[in-house]
DNA sequence: CTCTACCCCTGTCTGC
DNA sequence: TGCAGACAGGGGTAGA
């Protein structure tokens, strides 16, 4: 399940093989993604130097001089490059055939992602302008947090993990930032001190900076080989750990359902 | 506006 | 052993 660490170390994988590369042409295997694949894709696509890769959220956009080619990985895509020859299998729906002699392959066998083309400035794009701001940069803080979250009712899990407030907390990151930060996750946002929010914030920017390091030292083949960026094994406190023992005081921890995601934490340590 | 439930999909796991 | 059903999850969207 790609959260932004693995996005970021999929657009930083791929970027070499395709600055300054001409698109050779596209081949639609499976239209059928969460939303069909732009059915101008190919022809819009095809002759077009890419100029850079960039990334928002957990959204990748290959650019070109006449439009941009939006990706998401949905929850099991994965993007990366093959040799030409290399033979397309059943969940394999999208090829960029590049005039460099390689191919970028979008696989996604459950076809949660989506490939978009648009024409316009990318960041108009109904799927990208309302986003939130990226949990690295500075935009991200506890002044805009604690605003954001004044009078709200909703859980606090819940609320990182909207996109509108903060793009690319999933729900893994979320279970562990809020056990990191002491937090129960079903506490209401607007009921919360600034200062465990500003923990909050903290806590959010070192796991996910760290998870990106990690897969920027992990991660193996983007070229070749099936391409999976291979999952990081970080230690997960929390997050598939219910009922297990709590890595700080060892009780119990227990597992609750919030906006229909699971939901693990501890209830000594979580207040 | 805010919030919740639902839905898209299929590989994997659990229980009968 | 085989099969049915539950579950996983990002995020848009409909409806309360």
Not at 72 to 79: A, F, I, K, P
Not at 137 to 165: C, G, H, W
Request: hydrophobic share 35%; glycine share 8%; with cysteine.
């Amino acid at each position: 399940m790609p959260e932004l660490p693995e996005v970021e170390t999929t657009r930083k994988g791929i970027e070499p093989y395709l600055v300054d590369v001409i698109v050779d042409r596209v081949v639609i295997r499976q239209p059928m993604l969460r939303w069909p694949v732009t059915p101008e894709l190919p022809t819009r696509l095809a002759q077009q130097v890419i100029r850079s890769v960039t990334r928002r959220g957990k959204y990748i956009a290959i650019h070109t001089d006449v439009g941009t080619m939006i990706v998401h990985l949905g929850m099991s895509g994965s993007l990366y490059l093959v040799d030409q020859k290399t033979e397309a299998l059943f969940h394999d729906h999208v090829d960029i055939i590049l005039g460099s002699g390689k191919c970028l392959r979008y696989t996604d066998p459950r076809r949660f992602g989506s490939i978009l083309w648009t024409e316009e400035d990318w960041f108009a794009h109904p799927l990208i302008r309302s986003l939130g701001p990226e949990p690295l940069t500075d935009e991200f803080n506890v002044d805009y947090l604690t605003a954001q979250a004044k009078s709200r009712k909703k859980p606090i899990k819940t609320f990182i993990m909207d996109s509108k407030i903060v793009v690319g907390v999933g729900n893994i990151y979320a279970n562990e930032a809020l056990f990191m930060s002491g937090i129960r996750p079903d506490k209401p946002a607007g009921g919360i001190s600034k200062k465990r929010l500003a923990l909050l914030v903290d806590n959010i920017k070192t796991i996910l900076s760290a998870a990106i390091k990690q897969g920027g030292t992990t991660l193996k083949d983007f070229v070749g080989g099936d391409g999976k960026p291979g999952y990081f094994k970080q230690n997960l406190s929390v997050y598939g750990r219910a009922g297990e023992p709590c890595v700080n005081c060892q009780k119990a921890l227990i597992e609750s359902r919030l906006g229909q995601r699971s939901t693990v934490y501890c209830p000594a340590c979580q207040k």
